[in-house]
C-alpha cells in the first residue's frame, strides 16, 4: 500500500486527510470526508501512481526481463525504441499487482495450479515492430497434461479480474453468514480464464516460388508453426501447418512458364491456396481457424472448425481459396519476396473440476476463513474428513432407511386397495343372491336399519293401485 506515494509497511498507521491519494494493489483511490471533498489534480495523481508503481523493486525489472525474452522466428530479437518501451512498461507495471493478486485469490478457491505471468507479445513473428507490440497475460494450468497456456489481452484480463473479485466477495459473505454459495461454473477460474480463442502461434512461409507458377515442393508442405513471441516461450515446439499453393491455367487453359521475374510482369496470376490441417500443436483445442494477409492488406480467414465431440491436437481445416491478380506489378512481385505469415488460432478443451468452487468445498471453506483471519471451528463445527465421512455415512443409512419405509408403505397401500376391491365385489355377489332385484341398495338400507328398498314389481303394483284410485275421485 502507498500513501501521497509513500510505502506503508506492515502495521504502519497513518492518519489520511482529504485529497490523500492511496494507492492498494493496482488500484488508485482519493480520500474524501463528507462536507470536506477536496479537489486534486487528476493527472497529477496518474503521474504519481505511475512513478509509485514504476520505482517499485517488485515490479521495476520485469520489464526488462519481458524484453530480453520478446524474440521473432529464428531468434530475432524484436527492438523498441525509449518511447514505445515506456508506454509499454507503463502498462505491464499496471498488470502485475492483479496478476499476483489474482493468483492468491485462485488459490483460495482451490485452482493452486493455475499461474500468471504478465509478458510481452508480438503479433507478427518476422517483422515485429513498435505497433505489433503489446502486454498480455500468460495464463498455465498445471494441471492439465499437456500443460495449458492461454495469453489475454489487458481488457480480457481485467474483465476476468473484476467478476473473480465478486464471486471472492460473495463466498467470504455467505462463510461469515453461514450459508451457502457455489461459484457458477461460468465464473470458475478455469473456465473464465481458458475457455477463450486466442493466437497460439504462427506459421511463416516465403512464396518467392510463386513469381515462377511453381507448385509448393512436397518437402515444404509442412510450416512450421512458432509460438505466439512472447517471453520465454520460443522454445516450445509449436507444432507444423499444412499448405499447398497449386498454380492455375489462365483462359488457355494453361499454365504459363515463368524464368524470371521480368516475364511476369503484366501478365494475370492466379494460385489456389489450401491450407488442411494443423498438426501436433502444442495443446488439445475444440476449435480452431487461421489468418493471413494477402497483397494489398485484405484479411483472410479460415471456417472456424469445431471439435466439441473429439478435441484434437492435429485439427483438420480443409481451407481453399483462388487468389488472383490480373495484372502483375513490380509491388507484388516485392510482396511475393517477403515472408506470409499465417496466424493460428485455437480455443482449449475446457474440463470442469471435479470439485466445485463453493462454501461447501472443505479446502475452499478453510483457506477463506483463514484468510479472513478466523478458526473455522468459530464459523461452523469442525469438518475434518473422519467426522464428514461419518456424518455422510449416517445420512445415507436414514436415507436407506427412509427408501425402504416408503416402499413398504406403498406395497401395503396396493394390498388395502385390493382388498378393498375383492371385498366389494365380494359384497356385490352376496347382495344380487340375497336380493336379487335391488342388489347394493338393498345391503345399504340393512346396513343403517333401514327397510329394503322395494323391488321392481312392488313398484308396478303400487302404481297400478294409485291409478285406480285416482279414477274413482274423478268420476
Not at 500500500?1 to 488500484?27: C, P, T, W, Y
Not at 502461434?201 to 511453381?214: D, S
Not at 473455522?376 to 445420512?395: F, I
Request: charged share 30%; proline share 4%.
Amino acid at each position: 500500500m502507498f500513501v501521497n506515494g509513500n510505502k506503508i509497511k506492515s502495521g504502519q498507521e497513518v492518519n489520511l486527510n482529504a485529497g490523500d491519494r492511496v494507492i492498494m494493489g493496482a488500484e488508485l483511490f482519493v480520500f474524501q470526508t463528507p462536507g470536506n471533498a477536496v479537489d486534486i489534480d487528476q493527472d497529477l495523481a496518474v503521474s504519481e501512481y505511475r512513478e509509485t508503481m514504476a520505482d517499485h523493486s517488485e515490479y521495476k525489472d520485469q520489464f526488462k526481463k519481458a524484453t530480453r525474452g520478446l524474440q521473432g522466428a529464428g531468434g530475432k530479437e524484436v527492438s523498441l525504441n525509449s518511447g514505445d518501451a515506456s508506454s509499454l512498461e507503463g502498462q505491464m507495471v499496471e498488470i502485475y499487482p492483479l496478476s499476483v493478486e489474482l493468483e492468491h485469490l485462485c488459490m483460495l478457491m482451490d485452482r493452486e495450479y493455475v499461474d500468471f505471468n504478465v509478458v510481452l507479445q508480438s503479433d507478427k513473428v518476422t517483422k515485429a515492430g513498435k505497433d505489433d507490440c503489446s502486454v498480455k497475460v500468460k495464463v498455465i494450468n498445471r494441471n492439465e497434461n499437456p500443460v495449458q497456456v492461454v495469453y489475454l489481452a489487458t481488457f480480457e484480463f481485467k474483465r476476468c479480474y473484476k467478476i473473480l473479485c465478486d464471486e471472492l466477495y460473495f463466498l467470504r459473505d455467505a462463510v461469515q453468514a453461514e450459508e451457502q454459495y457455489v461459484v457458477p461454473f461460468e465464473h470458475d477460474p478455469i473456465n473464465l480464464l481458458f475457455d477463450a480463442t486466442f493466437h497460439v502461434g504462427t506459421a511463416v512461409m516465403f512464396p518467392e516460388f510463386l513469381v515462377y507458377n511453381l507448385e509448393t515442393d512436397a518437402s515444404e508442405k509442412q510450416l512450421e508453426v512458432f509460438p505466439a513471441a512472447a517471453s520465454g516461450n520460443q522454445d516450445i515446439n509449436a507444432g507444423t501447418l499444412e499448405v499447398t499453393w497449386t498454380p492455375l491455367p489462365g483462359e488457355d487453359g494453361k499454365v504459363v512458364d515463368i524464368g524470371s521475374e521480368e516475364e511476369l510482369l503484366g501478365k494475370p496470376w492466379k494460385y489456389k491456396v489450401h491450407i488442411k490441417q494443423a498438426l501436433q500443436l502444442s495443446m488439445i483445442c475444440d476449435i480452431c481457424y487461421c489468418e493471413y494477409e494477402f497483397f494489398g492488406g485484405d484479411l483472410f480467414a479460415t471456417e472456424a472448425v469445431e471439435f466439441d465431440e473429439r478435441p484434437t491436437r492435429s485439427p483438420v481445416l480443409d481451407y481453399e481459396y483462388v487468389h488472383s491478380v490480373e495484372c502483375v506489378t513490380k509491388e507484388f512481385i516485392a510482396w511475393l519476396k517477403e515472408p506470409l505469415e499465417i496466424k493460428v488460432y485455437i480455443s482449449l478443451d475446457v474440463k470442469k473440476p471435479k470439485a466445485l468452487v463453493s462454501t461447501e468445498n472443505p479446502k475452499v471453506y478453510d483457506l477463506i476463513c483463514k484468510d479472513l483471519k478466523k478458526p473455522a471451528a468459530k464459523v461452523r463445527p469442525d469438518t475434518g474428513s473422519k467426522e464428514l465421512e461419518a456424518e455422510m455415512q449416517e445420512l445415507q443409512r436414514k436415507l436407506a432407511a427412509l427408501v425402504a419405509e416408503n416402499a413398504e408403505i406403498k406395497k401395503a397401500n396396493k394390498r388395502l386397495t385390493m382388498q378393498k376391491r375383492i371385498a366389494m365385489a365380494a359384497a356385490r355377489d352376496a347382495g344380487m343372491k340375497q336380493y336379487p332385484e335391488t342388489g347394493m341398495a338393498a345391503i345399504a338400507s340393512a346396513a343403517a336399519n333401514e327397510p329394503a328398498p322395494p323391488t321392481a314389481e312392488a313398484e308396478k303394483k303400487t302404481e297400478a293401485n294409485g291409478k285406480k284410485s285416482s279414477a274413482c275421485v274423478v268420476q
